[in-house]
């Protein structure tokens, strides 16, 4: 049994007594547990619970979470944290430890706000009519593949063709074609890239 001195926490883990229902749950928390634990502490504890992770680290609770899957839907870590109504706390844990902050807080932004760190490079992004037939409305979703590419120092394959566009929201939207080539210009510092975007017919 979980025996907690004081009151300065009872309100907090009133609203969360449902997770020391489980024996199983309540066993792998003590394994961590100080009687000087305050709130965040609790809170690292029991996604260290629902992560199956080694300590109560939040880089390895979110390394184990983002393993699992970048949609929440296929994520059954995400599913625990949801069941147990803890997706604000984490995120503000989140905002708390790595100054991570968006509109609109969804695991794959957050995965690529770490790979992709965009102050420490430059980009060079060019958007051609190859073929004269007139520059398509839009080009978000080849723009988009290509600064990946270069933040991510991958080059796409020559000629690819990418099918539609994306809204601000990253929604796809009706069919256009893009071609995007990319190469590392030689001279220039590593960390850039270069590329261009064509448009043809839709």
Same mark, same amino acid.
């Given at each position: 049994?979980?025996?907690?001195?004081?009151?300065?926490?009872? $309100? @907090? /883990?009133?609203?969360?007594?449902?997770? %020391?229902? &489980?024996?199983?749950?309540? +066993?792998?928390?003590?394994?961590?547990?100080?009687?000087?634990?305050?709130?965040? $502490? @609790? /809170?690292?504890?029991?996604?260290?619970? %629902?992560? &199956?992770?080694?300590?109560? +680290?939040?880089?390895?609770?979110?390394?184990?979470?983002?393993?699992?899957?970048?949609?929440?839907?296929?994520?059954?870590?995400?599913?625990?944290?949801?069941?147990?109504?803890?997706?604000?706390?984490?995120?503000?844990?989140?905002?708390?430890?790595?100054?991570?902050?968006?509109?609109?807080?969804?695991?794959?932004?957050?995965?690529?706000?770490?790979?992709?760190?965009?102050?420490?490079?430059?980009?060079?992004?060019?958007?051609?009519?190859?073929?004269?037939?007139?520059?398509?409305?839009?080009?978000?979703?080849?723009?988009?593949?290509?600064?990946?590419?270069?933040?991510?120092?991958?080059?796409?394959?020559?000629?690819?063709?990418?099918?539609?566009?994306?809204?601000?929201?990253?929604?796809?939207?009706?069919?256009?074609?893009?071609?995007?080539?990319?190469?590392?210009?030689?001279?220039?510092?590593?960390?850039?890239?270069?590329?261009?975007?064509?448009?043809?017919?839709?």
């Amino acid at each position: 049994m979980l025996e907690i001195d004081g009151y300065d926490l009872d $309100e @907090f /883990l009133e609203k969360r007594y449902k997770f %020391f229902v &489980s024996k199983k749950r309540t +066993d792998s928390f003590l394994r961590w547990y100080q009687v000087d634990w305050e709130e965040e $502490e @609790f /809170l690292q504890g029991f996604l260290a619970v %629902f992560s &199956s992770s080694q300590s109560v +680290d939040i880089r390895e609770i979110l390394r184990n979470l983002l393993k699992s899957s970048l949609q929440e839907e296929h994520n059954k870590i995400w599913a625990d944290i949801t069941k147990f109504d803890l997706e604000r706390d984490l995120w503000n844990l989140i905002k708390r430890y790595f100054g991570y902050g968006s509109e609109v807080l969804i695991l794959k932004k957050l995965f690529l706000s770490f790979i992709i760190t965009p102050k420490e490079r430059d980009y060079f992004l060019n958007v051609q009519d190859i073929y004269g037939v007139g520059m398509a409305e839009g080009a978000n979703l080849a723009a988009f593949v290509a600064l990946c590419s270069g933040a991510l120092g991958k080059p796409v394959t020559e000629q690819t063709v990418i099918l539609g566009t994306m809204t601000i929201g990253g929604a796809i939207q009706s069919l256009k074609i893009g071609l995007i080539y990319c190469r590392r210009e030689e001279g220039i510092d590593s960390r850039s890239s270069y590329c261009e975007i064509g448009n043809s017919a839709t």
